[in-house]
């Protein structure tokens, strides 16, 4: 299969591209775009073979269901079997915009894209790309992020070429992407309701709509207090070079200056000298959240024997990045060059 790029302005997506588009997504074939949080891998909801596609395309295992986008509240009643009053007022006041609402599904949508589950993940998506889609074909699009399963999310349109050329029909490029980072996705289906996987809507903006103490989210792989052994932790969103985490300056000390060893800090790291290794920072949540995938495939593209990255703090502005790198990497102390 060759896979066509076309380019097309972010804001004001060109009518012609936007036809090209829903063309591919009619008939069954897979389009990839910019939602405003990465690039998403889309297929018509409705068409269990074109969804199929989506998963043959990235090698995606059938256990991780996919985020169905609608284009408006009418839309996402069509494929939720409820629509409780929650939803409707999240729903108002945070879409279109980066928040999955996990609902009981409708018998519209096919099993694959639940994963065989009974509930289904939708969001209307802010970027005016998804938007013209959505409405052009007339009904909703199944997408996950556009990347081979496991790596990293693009951000950027090279990177769904440099990960899926040949495998999808199209790939409309709009640009990098405007967070970065992929939707918070809420379960509304369990009582409290629970943050499924953090994003760029925190949990106090949930609060804030749905009341205090009625969200509930996990505890981080890693983070203070909590310790989950190495092995249980969800490798996702990864760079395939040897990736590694580090909290403390100390820490990070012992491989700094090390052949082969690049360092990325993220967040308020000032005054740390890094001088001695090639190093990457990344100063704020936004800056962060909107270059963090495209640092991770640029340092992969170095080779390097291994990536070690310095964290945030351990804050809720930084929770969704922290997630990330959480997945991304395994503790400093378990690299087995950190000792020579
Ligand atoms: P991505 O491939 O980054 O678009 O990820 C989609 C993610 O959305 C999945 O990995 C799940 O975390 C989440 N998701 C989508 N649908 C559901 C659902 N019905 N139940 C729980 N999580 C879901
Ligand atoms: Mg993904």
Known sequence: MKTQVIVTDPDHPGPAEIARGVEVLAGGGLTAFAAETVYGLGAQAFDPAAVAAIFAAKGRPAVNPLIVHVGDIGQARICASEWP???????????????????????MIPDLITAGGSTVGLRVPASPVALALIRGLGSP??????????????????????????????????????????????????????????????????????????????????????LKSPGSLAVHYAPRSPAFRASTRAEVDRAIGLEGVVVVAIGGHAGLDLSRSPRHILESPDEAARGLYDLMRRCDLMEPRAIVVLMPPDEPRWRAVRDRLARATCPLAEWPGSGD
């Open 85 to 107: 009053d929650e939803a409707d007022r999240l729903a108002r006041a945070l879409w279109p915009g980066p928040l999955t609402l996990v609902l009981p599904r409708s018998s």
């Open 141 to 226: 699009i199944a997408a996950p992020s556009a990347n081979r399963s496991n790596h990293l999310s693009p951000t950027r349109a090279e990177h769904v070429v440099a990960d899926l050329d040949g495998q999808i029909d199209l790939v409309i490029d709009s640009g990098p992407t405007a967070i970065g980072l992929e939707s918070t996705v809420l379960d509304l289906t369990t009582t409290p309701y629970r943050i499924l996987r953090p994003g760029p809507i925190l949990i106090q903006d949930l609060e804030t709509i749905l009341g205090p103490g009625n969200v509930v989210q996990d505890a981080l792989a890693g983070s203070t207090g909590i």
